[in-house]
């Protein structure tokens, strides 16, 4: 179970700011890499909102996961340009390579894996972002190199 002391502290920066769920829940998920189901609980009872709505905002946007992620997040664009040339043989190194299906999490919770629709980097594509760092025109040859450096050095190369 995480911090609640944690939780309250994150809450109570946004005290006074009306509309502040999808910061509280943003700052939560950034503090545990998920939305645990203890901390909606919280925020529900301090924010004084009915735990239907913040499940609401925290089930609506694909940002927010209420199941733990991996230390690193994989998104693999699967949009019309990056299928195209290839998105789909990526996903497929990826899964073989760290024995883990799109949406899912390794064993050793180092990697979570999801597909997206666009990225907005379509001349770029295939896309693959790692935490935030995006590797465009990857090939399936490309990839083991990438994941080899974020386990060695736990990021990626800048």
Known sequence: MEDMGRVNAIIDKYANEPGSLTAVLQDIQAEYNY?????????????????????????????????????????????????????PRIVDQIERSLNVRAGGTTADGLFTLETVNCVGACALGPMM??????????????????LKNYMETGEGTK
Do not use: N, W
């Open 35 to 87: 939305l645990p189901r203890e901390s909606l609980i919280r925020i529900s009872e301090k924010m004084e909102l009915p735990l239907s709505r913040v499940l609401h905002v925290a089930t609506f946007y694909k940002a927010f996961s209420l199941e733990p992620r991996g230390k690193h997040l994989i998104t693999v664009c699967l949009g019309t340009a990056c299928h195209v040339r290839g998105g």
């Open 129 to 146: 972002i790692i935490d935030g760092q995006y590797h465009g025109q990857m090939v399936a040859s490309q990839v083991d190199r990438v």
